[in-house]
């Protein structure tokens, strides 16, 4: 099952990226995930996509494919894997092609959520999430269950994204309207693209993936 969950910042990609992890035993691949640890760790690449990070533009496609592509050599993602946030250019999509095994797609296929703009902003703004596994949660919408303690991994550090403000969150937006949603088309015409309403409760959507890869 090699699946990327797609939709613009916010739509929760990463908090049904958890849910699928743990459900079918796939390495969840974000790629801002990755940058923000080398961001953290100060790496070459970290010290490149800071600043276009916390701007709320795209990291180059040259960075992105190549992170992609090495962590895609891992031998836990032999059985498959779930992008979450790659690709968001054509150009990043295309690049998947040159991987493809015996002119078998790489990518199974693709899960937009839908959610609406205003929502998504609401949405944004108290989000935080698991300093140890990534788990996503927000302080009025998904709390966790015991205050101060991850749900999934007992992890007491939390951390909050420098570029979760709304004037970023605008221009990420933007961003995705102009490069990413062009990728939508691109993946139907592969007939490989499924839909989810991103706007019900979260184990709904949950649900609705499950109900798609089973
Ligand atoms: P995300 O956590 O997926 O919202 O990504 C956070 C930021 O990392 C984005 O706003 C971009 O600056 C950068 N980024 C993550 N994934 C990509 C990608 N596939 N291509 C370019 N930039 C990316």
Redesign the pocket.
Known sequence: MRLVLFGP?GCGKGTQAVFIKNKFNLPHL????I?RAAVQKKTKIGKQ?KE??ES????SDEI?VGIVKERLEHSDCRNGFIF??????LD?AISLDSEKKKKKELIDRVIEIQVDKEEILKRIIGRFSCYSCSANYHETLNPVKIIGICDFCGESKFTKRD?DNEKTVRL?FE?YYKDTEPLIPFYEKKGIMSKVNGMKKISDVSKNIEEILN
């Open positions: 910042p974000s790629t801002g995930d940058l996509a276009i990070m709320g533009r795209l990291v992105v979450d946030g790659f690709p968001r250019t990043q570029d990420r961003t």
